[in-house]
């Protein structure tokens, strides 16, 4: 059964860096496009990044510049490094597999999803 972890969250100030983590299991995701979504409290889950089973990347405008999505497929496993973070990027993060165009920024569209993982910024 294909699975997706994600790890890497916590609590870091305004300004800070974290790298979240999403590693797939039970089938080879290398043909697949991969994606991170998140979701604030009382919001809905938006798009963040997602890259193609190539290599290409999508972003959201609000992280463009901060942060950036690349995946191993070696590893099965897509990363998202996460820079000058805001008390805005505050969420449970959610990382999303499926063969479809990577740029696809409707969350239902998405089959496979992980847990998630909470990132929370303080001022």
């Known amino acids: 059964q294909a699975q997706l972890a994600e790890s890497g969250g916590g609590l870091v100030q305004a300004g800070g860096s974290l790298r979240l983590s999403c590693e797939a299991s039970?089938?080879?995701?290398?043909?697949?496009?991969m994606g991170w979504f998140r979701q604030a409290p009382g919001k809905e889950r938006d798009f963040v990044a997602a890259?193609?089973?190539?290599?290409?990347?999508y972003y959201a405008e609000s992280v463009k510049e901060r942060f950036t999505i690349s995946r191993d497929n070696i590893k099965n496993t897509v990363y998202l490094q996460m820079n000058s973070l805001k008390p805005e990027d505050t969420a449970v993060y959610y990382c999303?597999?499926?063969?479809?165009?990577?740029?696809?920024?409707?969350?239902?569209?998405?089959?496979?999803w992980g847990q998630g993982t909470q990132v929370t910024v303080s001022s």
């Open positions: 890259v193609s089973w190539r290599g290409d990347t």
């Open positions: 999303a597999a499926d063969r479809i165009g990577a740029a696809e920024s409707n969350p239902r569209v998405w089959s496979y």
């Open positions: 039970g089938r080879t995701f290398s043909p697949y496009s």
